[in-house]
């Protein structure tokens, strides 16, 4: 009996060794769960802060982008406002250019029509004058010749 005894001790001790050891893996089980969870949160934490340091360094981006657009298009914009100014003065000079030839040439056009006038009002005193020669002669003549018939 004494082995029965020794055999069921030693059954019960591997038991409790047994228990204790299934005990000790369920409570290292549970801890690793624990430390899985607490990574997995961290890591969780850690990927948000990454996702949100991305989205707010891409916004700045963005904002820098409209800033640089929005600095060239103002630039850009008071070039083209020089341009037009520049346009609107060399527009003005040529017009004041054409303005100025166009007086040129009307008062050339002026002078050459008063000249025409001269010359015509001249040419109508020749031909009065050679007229009233012709008439004034004629007149003579017709004298003499009434003179002449009446006997004079």
């Known amino acids: 009996m004494s082995i029965d005894v020794s055999s069921n001790s030693s059954s019960g001790y591997y038991n ?12 290292l089980a549970h801890q690793h ?7 997995q949160k961290n ?3 850690d990927l948000q802060k990454l996702n949100q ?6 916004d700045n981006l963005k904002n820098a982008y409209d800033v640089k657009i929005s600095e060239e298009a103002e630039s850009l914009d008071k070039r083209l406002q020089d341009v037009r100014g520049e346009n609107e003065k060399r527009v003005e000079t040529e017009r004041q250019i054409g303005e100025d030839e166009l007086k040129k040439l009307k008062q ?8 025409y006038k001269r010359n015509g009002e001249l040419q109508i005193e020749s031909i009065r004058k050679q007229i009233q020669a012709e008439e004034d002669s004629r007149r003579e003549q017709a004298r003499r010749s009434a003179r002449h018939e009446r006997g004079e």
Do not use: G, M, P
């Open 33 to 39: 769960e624990l430390e899985l969870d607490s990574i």
């Open 43 to 45: 890591y969780d934490h």
């Open 16 to 27: 409790v060794e047994e228990q204790r050891l299934k005990n000790y893996r369920n409570q």
């Open 53 to 58: 340091t991305k989205l707010f360094e891409i």
């Open 108 to 115: 050339a056009n002026r002078l050459r029509i008063d000249e």
